[in-house]
């Protein structure tokens, strides 16, 4: 098995194995351990704000039971984000996308924000995000999604902005996906990755292959091995190179 250069591996959540996913903490954590990539996660809200935030409902990393499109900021802008991980990590606050795009250019780290869109508002969360980007540089930021739909009405908004797709199969329209959408990347599953046993179909149609989630040496050191281009991991510092 052989390990990972730094160019080969994104930051899942942030260190998130160790660290409460998605916050500042576990952003730091990645960078420090060497890692210049992070995959988050970007919900809206009631008042629109953007968030960095996962489910589609609070209860498993915040306390409540509220779907989070029916939340506002003010009652979510001082909630503890950390103490479900460790009691160590209590008085760990939620990040605005606004927060996780200033730490990311500060830090000289690449982002890739993948949208949740809770099965509803895709062409308004498409609106508010293009329209909330416009400000920032775009260089190191890759927009990602399961949704399609959004993806498209994204692409209308932000025609330059770098965009992904995000698969558990294999996806049925290529055209699509290079042509209307101008993908740069596909976001694949790795255990499907693995049963294909081979990435080219994808390189040929000139899509970048990130494989997501893998927690192990073994079959990262594989999915590389058949031409995965990134990994998505949890645990990036159990992967890395460090010579």
């Known amino acids: 098995?052989?390990?990972?250069?730094?160019?080969q591996i994104i930051a899942h959540r942030g260190l998130s194995d160790s660290y409460p996913e998605n916050t500042l903490v576990a952003f730091e954590a990645a960078k420090n351990a060497g890692v210049d990539w992070i995959e988050t996660d970007?919900?809206?809200?009631?008042?629109?704000?953007?968030?960095?935030?996962?489910?589609?409902a609070l209860g498993r990393t915040v306390?409540?039971?509220?779907?989070?499109?029916?939340?506002?900021?003010?009652?979510?802008?001082n909630a503890d984000a950390g103490i479900w991980k460790d009691e160590k990590y209590t008085g760990e606050k939620l990040l605005r996308l606004f927060d996780a795009l200033s730490w990311a250019e500060k830090n000289d780290v690449t982002l890739i924000l993948e949208m949740k869109c809770h099965g509803a508002r895709q062409t308004r969360?498409?609106?508010?995000?293009?329209?909330?980007l416009s400000a920032w540089q775009k260089e190191q930021l890759i927009i990602s999604s399961f949704d399609i739909d959004f993806l498209y009405q994204f692409r209308k908004a932000a025609p330059k902005m770098r965009l992904a797709s995000i698969h558990n199969s294999m996806p049925k329209d290529f055209e699509y996906l290079t042509g209307t959408l101008g993908l740069e990347a596909v976001h694949l599953e790795s255990d499907f990755v693995l049963s294909k046993g081979?990435?080219?179909?994808?390189?040929?149609?000139?899509l970048d292959v990130?494989?997501?989630?893998?927690?192990?040496?073994?079959?990262?050191?594989?999915?590389?091995?058949?031409?995965?281009?990134?990994?998505?991991?949890?645990?990036?510092?159990?992967?890395?190179?460090r010579s």
């Open 198 to 206: 081979s990435v080219q179909e994808f390189h040929n149609q000139g």
């Open 125 to 132: 969360l498409a609106e508010v995000m293009a329209s909330f």
């Open 1 to 7: 098995m052989t390990q990972l250069f730094r160019e």
């Open 42 to 56: 970007i919900s809206m809200l009631k008042d629109e704000e953007l968030i960095v935030f996962h489910d589609e």
């Open 210 to 241: 990130r494989a997501w989630t893998v927690n192990d040496l073994q079959t990262a050191s594989a999915l590389i091995a058949i031409g995965v281009d990134m990994v998505m991991s949890d645990c990036p510092q159990a992967l890395l190179c």
């Open 63 to 77: 306390s409540g039971k509220k779907n989070i499109s029916d939340c506002v900021w003010a009652e979510l802008a």
